[in-house]
T-cell receptor, first 112, second 117 residues
Framework: SQKIEQNSEALNIQEGKTATLTCNYT??????LQWYRQDPGRGPVFLLL?????KEKRKERLKVTFDTTLKQSLFHITASQPADSATYLC???????????FGDGTTLTVKP | GAVVSQHPSWVICKSGTSVKIECRSL??????MFWYRQFPKQSLMLMAT?????????EQGVEKDKFLINHASLTLSTLTVTSAHPEDSSFYIC?????????????FGDGTRLSIL
């Protein structure tokens, strides 16, 4: 059956360190993978999109990698700050379906 | 840019009441809108996809007569929870996409917290 797993429900790190979040999937062949940030009681906010033929994408302190062989995406936040504390969701999109399937999210806490 | 407004942000009502939730794209035209339901500490579960001017496509297990979706214009979609019961209490979130191309990100509203007494 199809499955999306994000590494852990919660991740705690110290300010200034790099946070690495993992998204693994099985029985999917996604054309696109997206990462979103969700704060409590709010809707998700789009961060980055990476296509199946792209290995890496960067935006300011954020970096996403996509390995279709390993069926895995890594999401990195460098020089993390307490304001980065939130739940991060990965979402797979198959391309022609037009809809996304979301992982359960990883809640990141950055301690000062 | 790409702002999606969802209203109301929270609703508390009695069992048997029908509740309408609005989702508006404020600064772009949304060819496609999506409705999700989210339980605490769980992921977003897609309920239905709506395209302007056509009937919504519901996910398996979602009752179309229970959750009525209307996408009458390129900037407005509504979800009506008919005859709501306590088990319908949840966080409902809409999203909108500017085109029908799947490589465009979704822009989300801030959700509606629905509590049925």
């Amino acid at each position: 059956s199809q499955k999306i797993e994000q590494n852990s429900e919660a991740l705690n790190i110290q300010e200034g360190k790099t946070a690495t979040l993992t998204c693994n999937y099985t029985n999917y062949s996604p054309a696109y993978l997206q990462w979103y940030r969700q704060d409590p009681g709010r809707g998700p906010v789009f961060l980055l999109l990476i296509r199946e033929n792209e290995k890496e994408k960067r935006k300011e302190r954020l970096k996403v990698t996509f390995d279709t062989t390993l069926k895995q995406s890594l999401f990195h936040i460098t020089a993390s700050q307490p304001a980065d504390s939130a739940t991060y969701l990965c979402a797979l999109e198959l391309g022609n379906a037009g809809k996304s399937t979301f992982g359960d999210g990883t809640t990141l806490t950055v301690k000062p | 840019g790409a702002v999606v407004s969802q209203h109301p942000s929270w609703v508390i009502c009695k069992s048997g009441t029908s509740v309408k939730i609005e989702c508006r794209s404020l600064d772009f035209q949304a060819t496609t809108m999506f409705w999700y339901r989210q339980f605490p500490k769980q992921s977003l579960m897609l309920m239905a996809t709506s395209n302007e001017g056509s009937k919504a496509t519901y996910e398996q297990g979602v009752e179309k007569d229970k959750f009525l979706i209307n996408h009458a214009s390129l900037t407005l979609s509504t979800l009506t929870v008919t005859s709501a019961h306590p088990e319908d209490s949840s966080f409902y979130i809409c999203s909108a996409r500017a085109s029908d191309r799947s490589n465009q990100p979704q822009h989300f509203g801030d959700g509606t917290r629905l509590s049925i007494l």
